[in-house]
């Protein structure tokens, strides 16, 4: 097996829930000598114990065989620290506000690290009233095409999910500055800042529109 529980995620656990090594090793019914072996890297917890070791330590099986304790941070609920995830195998999008285990398809799934937009995946933005209005010039075919367009702010995500043989257009209400991601089912994720000075410089027809002036 590739990944299984480690010492050090069994013992950071343990000691973050103020338990001892024998108050660990009575509620499994193993000695303290078998728990003391697993967290100095002895000896592995049999697989008939993980179910019961996860509960004692008040986490999912999956945690404790990625092989790292696991640590709910305080990310200050901002969106713009968000990961996202794909599956490969169903297409499948998962949003995650920090770090996580995410499974799909019988598939551990990394995060994906979004690269800046390059020729092939920027957007155009334009502004309708209070809409965002991007669009993409990017191949929409059944073998290359765009899954999804994202514009994430401070506090909220925004998706568009996209189909081969659409059109590579979204609208999203417009709440402030924030990043523009695309996904490309053969080149991964792309993101696009979108601030205030762009919205005020790309409003169609706002640079040339002469000022209205009330009849005398």
């Given at each position: ?113 979004a690269e800046e937009a390059d020729g092939a995946h920027t957007v155009k933005a334009?502004?309708v009233e209070d809409e965002l209005f991007v669009c993409a010039d990017h191949p929409m075919s059944k073998e290359h095409y ?71």
């Amino acid at each position: 097996m590739d990944h299984y529980v480690t010492g050090a995620a069994i013992r950071a656990l343990r000691e973050k829930y103020g338990m001892t090594q024998a108050e660990l090793a009575a509620v499994l019914c193993v000695s303290d000598k078998a728990v003391s072996k697993w967290e100095n890297g002895r000896g592995f917890p049999d697989v008939s114990l993980l179910e019961p070791l996860g509960r004692a330590l008040r986490v999912s099986v999956a945690e404790l065989l990625c092989g790292q304790a696991i640590v709910n941070t305080n990310r200050a609920s901002n969106m713009l620290k968000s990961r996202f995830y794909v599956c490969p195998v169903c297409g499948n999008v998962m949003l995650t506000r920090g770090e996580a285990l995410i499974s799909c398809c019988g598939i551990q799934l990394p995060a994906l690290e979004a690269e800046e937009a390059d020729g092939a995946h920027t957007v155009k933005a334009e502004w309708v009233e209070d809409e965002l209005f991007v669009c993409a010039d990017h191949p929409m075919s059944k073998e290359h095409y765009l899954s999804f367009a994202a514009f994430m702010t401070a506090d909220r995500c925004d998706m568009k999910t996209f189909y081969p043989e659409d059109n590579a257009e979204a609208r999203f209400f417009w709440r402030g500055s924030g990043w523009l991601y695309l996904y490309c089912n053969r080149h991964g994720l792309f993101r696009q800042r979108i601030d205030r000075a762009i919205r005020q410089t790309n409003q169609p027809g706002r640079a040339n529109r002469p000022e209205q002036r009330n009849p005398t």
